[in-house]
């Protein structure tokens, strides 16, 4: 599996992003984005499962980010809304092909990932 994440780039605070990670083949995987900012460790940010209504997302997000998917075109999205200086980061998609019904934050989990997009915010 294939995955290739786009949509990254430079925002004032306050604004918008929204990321796509296509994925290769048409099997369905739960998806995953974590985050890795400089100097720090990569994080978990949101996850969908294989059916698009199981989602899980870091809780210090508080709402401001969504995770979607396209089934058709085999893409997931995250929509970052009021995107703050601290969400800079390089943005990875990940999938997990254990076909689980629930989704997971372990990034030991995701066999597969993308090369990441980086997301800079000024403030």
């Known amino acids: 599996v294939q995955l290739q994440a786009s949509g990254g780039g430079l925002v004032q605070a306050g604004n918008s992003l929204r990321l796509s990670c296509a994925a290769s083949g048409r099997t369905i995987y739960a998806m995953g984005w974590f985050r890795q900012a400089p100097g720090k460790e990569r994080e978990f940010v949101a996850a969908i499962g294989l059916s698009a209504t199981t989602t899980l997302y870091a809780p210090s997000l508080n709402g401001r980010f969504t995770i979607s998917r396209d089934i058709v075109k085999n893409t997931v999205f995250l929509q970052m809304n009021n995107l703050k200086a601290e969400d800079t980061a390089v943005y990875y998609c990940?999938?997990?092909?254990?076909?689980?019904?629930?989704?997971?934050?372990?990034?030991?989990?995701?066999?597969?990932w993308g090369q990441g997009t980086q997301v800079t915010v000024s403030s």
């Open positions: 990940a999938a997990d092909p254990s076909f689980r019904r629930s989704v997971t934050t372990q990034q030991w989990e995701y066999t597969y």
